[in-house]
């Protein structure tokens, strides 16, 4: 892989020549190393690692003003897949407002969306922050779960974006109108609840036929990390469980008809995919992920992944990036050596970090190590490292 990032986070410039071995990088808390995975999670569809907004991720210089202009920021890769080498990127767009607008080129070509990044690459992550996945709200769950189903369907991504559009300007409707007095406009209100009928219910089957894919997969567990199995609870979910999808889609019309002036009073949609919940129970205790240990937790969590990217090898004939954000620190030593036999298995270019190498030393020479220091790189000293 070639990498090169600009104002991006902390840095300003960024060149990076690797080879397809996993890549490890050490250094001090606060050195750059999450923002150099979280640039590299913005190479699939998706907001990247962080969930953050396109302007947030933009390079501020110490002296910049608070209302300085947002520099425009980019990150591009030369990627061998495994068909053949590409060229990928993405950035803000110059001059496109504070919302920000993003721009797709595909071996120089401007994309229509986000999805044909998707077709060419993908990327699964883990982050200390997620540790807390089983026991915070829903939504962090439903976006794990929509990681892994884009590594599968990159169209999923456009699914989500156009439900989530619709809703809220359905809900903006109905809040104009209630505060008004008067009834919505019929023909648009009509027009966003299709939107939201047709994608929404396509965004849960979409996840139910992940969860059936890889539920065999996780049952099967990985070395120490611990088998598991994967539901989804939620209205939509359960109807797709008893009844064909073009059934779902009239009971959700009829739904979203009937809950109009509710919706309209709470401010909220009370029905649809964004209610949606993955559950997740440890099989070998059969018990909720939610009642176990945090150590237990995170090894569920590394299972799942694992899992996921050793189905989409061996389905989807692509390994995904593993982009694993101090993960192995925190891992007992049958785990983290259980952890670097699975990336050697998979032949996944991984990117790992942590504050201190040694940590790394069962990967040896089949790792590239660099440290990060003050968003610059160099090579890690590996004289100390085995063969």
């Known amino acids: 892989m070639r990498l090169r990032l600009t104002d991006f986070r902390c840095y300003a410039r960024l060149a990076l020549d690797l080879d397809a071995r996993p ?7 606060g050195a750059g190393k999450t923002n150099l995975l979280e640039a590299i999670s913005f190479l699939v569809p998706g907001r990247g690692l962080r969930a953050a907004r396109l302007t947030e991720v933009a390079r501020r210089a110490p002296d910049d003003a608070i209302d300085a202009e947002t ?11 495994g068909d053949g080498l590409f060229d990928i990127g993405t950035g803000l767009a110059p ?3 504070p919302q920000g607008r993003r721009v797709v080129r595909l071996d120089g070509e401007t994309q229509r969306g986000q999805a044909p990044l998707g077709e060419r690459l993908a990327a699964l992550w883990l982050t200390p922050d997620m540790q807390r996945l089983f026991t915070d709200g829903a939504g962090g769950r439903r976006r794990f779960l929509d990681r892994l189903v884009f590594a599968f369907d990159p169209a999923h991504s456009g699914r989500l ?8 300007d359905r809900a903006r409707l109905l809040r104009r109108a209630e505060s008004e007095g008067r009834q919505p406009d019929a023909a648009w209100l009509g027009a966003l609840e299709a939107t939201m009928v047709e994608r929404g219910v396509s965004v849960a089957a979409a996840r139910a036929e992940l969860v059936n894919r890889l539920n065999p997969a996780c049952a099967l567990g990985v070395g120490p990390f611990p088998a598991a199995e994967l539901s989804i609870e939620g209205e939509i ?12 889609e009239d009971r959700y019309r009829a739904t979203l008809a009937e809950t109009r002036q509710r919706d309209a009073e709470s401010g909220a949609t009370a029905c649809g995919p964004h209610r949606g919940d993955l559950h997740v129970l440890h099989l070998g205790k059969n018990a909720p992920a939610a009642l176990c240990s945090t150590g237990e937790q ?7 992944v694992l899992a996921n990217a050793r189905l989409q090898t061996l389905e989807a004939g692509r390994v995904p990036l593993l ?9 007992d030593k049958a785990r983290r050596a259980a952890l670097f036999d699975e990336i050697a298995a998979l032949g996944a270019q991984a990117w790992l970090t942590g504050t201190d190498a040694a940590t790394f030393t069962p ?4 790792a590239q190590f660099f440290t990060v220091a003050a968003a610059t790189l160099h090579p890690t000293d590996q004289s100390w490292l085995t063969a």
């Open 237 to 248: 979910d359960s109807w797709l469980t008893v009844m064909p999808a073009v059934e779902a």
């Open 71 to 81: 520099r425009p920021w980019a990150v591009a890769a030369s990627v061998d897949a």
């Open 323 to 331: 982009l694993l954000d101090e993960v192995a620190a925190h891992l």
């Open 161 to 168: 974006k156009g439900y989530e559009n619709a809703m809220r």
């Open 95 to 97: 001059d496109s407002g």
């Open 363 to 366: 990967l040896g020479r089949d």
């Open 298 to 304: 995170k090894a569920l969590l590394i299972a799942i």
């Open 23 to 29: 890549v490890v990088l050490t250094g001090e808390n």
